[in-house]
């Protein structure tokens, strides 16, 4: 009789095992190098909350997809660091009264711990951590690069603000009009701000997607937010001023339409275009969008809008344009100014309408112009109409030929536009990488020199935001006066900090060369284990991170730093597991399951495997802890199973041997196709076929226990590595080779067949899977034979699938 299992003992004595006998060497066992594979889970930032189950999921798929990879062949790189920097962890430090540097230290060390628990195979000799300033070091090096390169420039502007982080926000940062950190309205504030580039590398960006396994909906996700375009820039003289403002259209062919323009409230020409009448409802009107946040200018249910007074030239037809200001358009999508062509678009139709505002037609179905329009003409099929020259052309022709014409007439020229801006980089906070610039009033801005990085963030006892623009770096006087390293003279240091994004945007290359003083990664380091070939983590991060990440790595693929210039060749994200109801967990809403409790009460092995059983590891699923109970049995089962069958030395038989190679095939092909819960419940039926087959025969041969334990080695390894010591291995499971199947072997000695009469399903028999016709239909005849009452016309016979009888 098998021991009851005891999760506790056997756990902890692996544990202690693994430590001292890593399993994930990097030459196999004739001393021949091993090919990498470079397994990547997105590194958490330290919240003080600690790790809830939720956060174990993608954790646990990261690591039976290494622990397969091991099983195959593959030297497994499966490190894990800290995204440290940043607003989390300075609102953390703030909320609970103590500086950043200690809560940050203290909430690595407790979900350090916890993930520990998880029994992932980390080489934690890999371990990076954003706050280490030998790693910011190179945060700090890459800036100084885009500087010199052109790609990092200062610039004063208006940007997202957030009042209660009281910082400036990247506007992929902003979800519906908040911060998308702690939820508060963002505002507007004019700011002096370091911008990166990043819009130099919109075509790359867009196009290499091609290259990458990803999900179709995060491609989709970042090639909408890079939003290229094609269309006219086309320049419009104001009249009565020696000023032309320039529009971008994507409909250069429905000039002749422009009934009136729209200036965004923050365009350069905005305040000079008001008269006298309008000079106090202008500048108003210029306050009061300041106060909106670009989400909620867009998607406001009525406009809003202010005349200026002053007109502009269509420059097709020499027709006189009012210009208007509407907070619906933005100052950093194209030009800041649009013509509107209020037929043809609904949002310029509902101007029109409600400022009385003329509407010409141009493109016509038929050719025939609608009397009295109540809505626009959206479609972009028809002819051209009061159009000049342009009458009597097919309007999706002339969309494509208009950029090039208006070129040829000198009126404006084709061109490209993008939604994608340049990054703000800048953040008016205390905890995160000091920006290594220095501001000298002869030589400007001078980088500091590349021999003193890393520029330290200096230590202070009043880190809060000041909420004034300024970083608190800004009031710490002997760290902000320098000298400037050109030409001596008295110089200020830049106190605004980097993004959290800064370090995340790069980590994954510092993994495999952690601890080089040298050079950010060494070129054999780089060439040997990169770039990532698995990258797992959450859907949340589709547009932020993995932007910043591919940005950052073609930059130093440019500059000759790394040899590709994609950093993630396949993605996975995980579903979110969440409360009941589908409620997000928090500590706020009292939702929050720890894996401390259900680690000690079940052990590592069964929360492994429950969090894949929930639901499919790309949706959603809503955590219930009564499921675990399942998992726990099955997993007493197969150990009661695998020592009851040790004792009893039975030799294999065909039916064993038939159901371990369909166990194989069916648990490989749902594990690679990344159907893990169906992993889980495929691992529980056959364990229960191999339980009925053990009471008929006094268990299991040795081979397929051990077949079924190298299966289960990644999901449940501590039970995997007991059972495997258990039949005398003295080596790691995890240095055997992942089971294969064979065809032959799974094939059944009887199949069912279902017998038809007329195509209607009348029986289903078992034949030999080797039975001929003759006897499949004599045999299918037998079972039916009550029901045959006519006469029969016809015999088929599928193999392996029907038998239908036809009778008249």
């Known amino acids: 009789m098998a021991v009851p299992y005891n999760h506790k003992a056997i756990e902890a004595k692996w ?55 091991l099983l195959k062949g593959y030297y497994v790189i499966h490190p894990m660091g800290w995204d440290a920097f940043g607003l989390p962890a300075e609102n953390y430090a703030i909320k609970m009264g103590e500086h950043p540097a200690i809560s940050t230290a203290r909430n690595v060390e407790n979900i350090k711990r916890q993930i520990q628990d998880i029994a992932a195979i980390y080489d934690w000799d890999m371990e990076v951590n954003t706050t280490d300033p030998e790693f910011y070091k190179w945060t700090q090096w890459i800036f100084i690069q885009m500087f010199k390169q052109g790609l990092a420039y200062e610039k004063e502007f208006p940007i997202n603000w957030c009042p209660s982080c009281k910082t400036g926000l990247a506007n992929e940062e902003v979800v519906n009009g908040r911060c998308e950190r702690c939820g508060s309205e963002v505002t507007k504030k004019n700011l002096r701000q370091w911008n990166l580039k990043i819009t130099k590398y919109a075509d790359r960006l867009l196009n290499d997607l091609d290259k990458l396994d990803w999900p179709e909906k995060v491609k989709k996700m970042q090639s909408d937010w890079i939003g290229k375009s094609y269309g006219a820039e086309v320049k419009f003289p104001v009249d009565g001023m020696n000023e032309e403002i320039t529009v971008y259209t994507t409909r250069p062919d429905t000039l002749h339409g422009a009934t009136f323009m729209v200036l965004a409230p923050e365009h350069e020409m905005a305040k000079k275009l008001a008269v006298d009448e309008t000079k106090e409802a202008v500048e108003k009107y210029i306050y009061d969008s300041s106060m909106k946040s670009n989400v909620d200018r867009l998607q406001g249910k009525e406009k809003t809008g202010v005349f200026t007074g002053s007109y502009c030239i269509n420059p097709l037809n020499g ?29 310029d139709f509902e101007f029109a309408k409600k ?40 309007s999706a022709v002339l969309k494509k ?53 890393p520029l330290r963030l200096p230590e202070v006892k009043s880190y809060q935001p000041t909420g004034t623009g300024e970083s608190p770096l800004a009031a710490i006087d002997e760290w902000v006066n320098c000298k400037c390293p050109v030409c001596g003279a008295d110089a200020k240091r830049e106190t605004n900090t980097m993004p959290q994004w800064a370090g995340s945007s790069w980590y994954f290359l510092r993994y495999v060369d952690n601890k080089n003083a040298e050079e950010l990664v060494s070129k054999e380091n780089a060439s040997k284990y990169l770039p990532v070939d698995m990258y797992i983590g959450g859907v949340e991060h589709a547009v932020l991170h993995l932007l910043y990440s591919r940005f950052y790595t073609k930059f130093l693929y440019d500059i000759g730093v790394i040899d590709f210039d994609e950093p993630f060749l396949k993605l996975f994200n995980q579903g979110m597991i969440t409360g009941k109801n589908g409620i997000k967990m928090s500590k706020s809403k009292g939702n929050v399951v720890s894996p401390d409790e259900l680690v000690d009460d079940y052990g590592c092995d069964s929360l492994r495997m429950y969090e894949l059983f929930v639901g499919p590891p790309e949706l959603d699923a809503e955590w219930d802890d009564r499921g675990i109970d399942g998992v726990n049995r099955f997993l007493k089962r197969f150990w009661k199973l695998s020592l009851d069958s040790l004792e009893g030395d039975v030799k294999p038989t065909d039916e064993m041997i038939r159901y371990r190679h369909k166990m194989v095939y069916e648990i490989t092909s749902r594990l690679q196709s990344f159907s893990l819960n169906t992993v ?129």
Not at 327 to 337: F, Q, W
Request: aromatic share 10%; hydrophobic share 35%; net charge negative.
């Open 319 to 347: 027709k006189k344009v009012p210009i208007w200001l509407s907070d619906y358009v933005l100052a950093d999508y194209g030009t800041g100014a649009i013509m509107c062509v209020p037929a043809h678009d609904d949002r």
């Open 15 to 69: 544990r202690v095992n693994w430590e001292k006998n890593p399993v994930n060497p990097k030459v196999d066992e004739k001393g021949k190098e091993k090919p990498k594979y470079y397994c990547l889970d997105m590194f958490p930032y330290p919240s003080g909350n600690g790790l809830h189950v939720g956060h174990w999921r993608g954790y646990v798929i990261s690591d039976v997809w290494s622990r397969y990879k």
């Open 680 to 808: 889980i419940s495929g691992f529980m039926e056959y364990t229960n076929k191999f339980v009925d087959i053990a009471k008929k025969t006094g268990g299991i041969d040795c081979e397929t226990i051990e077949t079924i334990t190298i299966l289960l080695a990644p999901f449940a390894p501590h039970m995997a590595e007991e059972v495997w010591e258990r039949y005398g291995h003295k080596d790691t499971i995890f240095a055997e080779t992942w089971p294969k199947y064979d065809e032959e072997a799974m094939k059944d000695d009887q199949i069912e067949i279902p017998v038809q009469i007329n195509g209607k399903t009348r029986a289903v028999i078992k034949v030999s899977a080797l039975v001929s016709k003759d006897d499949a239909i004599a045999a299918g005849k037998e079972a039916v034979k009550e029901k045959l009452t006519k006469t029969v016309i016809k015999e088929i016979f599928v193999p392996g699938k029907i038998i239908n009888i036809v009778q008249k």
């Open 401 to 453: 030929e208009a950029p090039h014409m208006i070129e040829k007439m000198g009126i404006g020229k084709a061109t490209v536009n993008f939604k994608l801006r340049d990054w703000v980089f800048s953040r008016q906070r205390y905890w995160g990488e000091p920006i290594p610039i220095i501001h000298c009033p002869h030589c400007g801005n001078v980088p500091v020199p590349e021999d003193e990085l």
């Open 355 to 394: 400022f009385d505002l003329p509407i010409v037609q141009v493109i016509a179905k038929d050719g025939k112009e609608i009397e009295n329009m109540t809505e626009a003409y959206t479609k972009a099929e028809g002819t051209m109409i009061n159009s000049g020259v342009w009458n009597g052309m097919e």
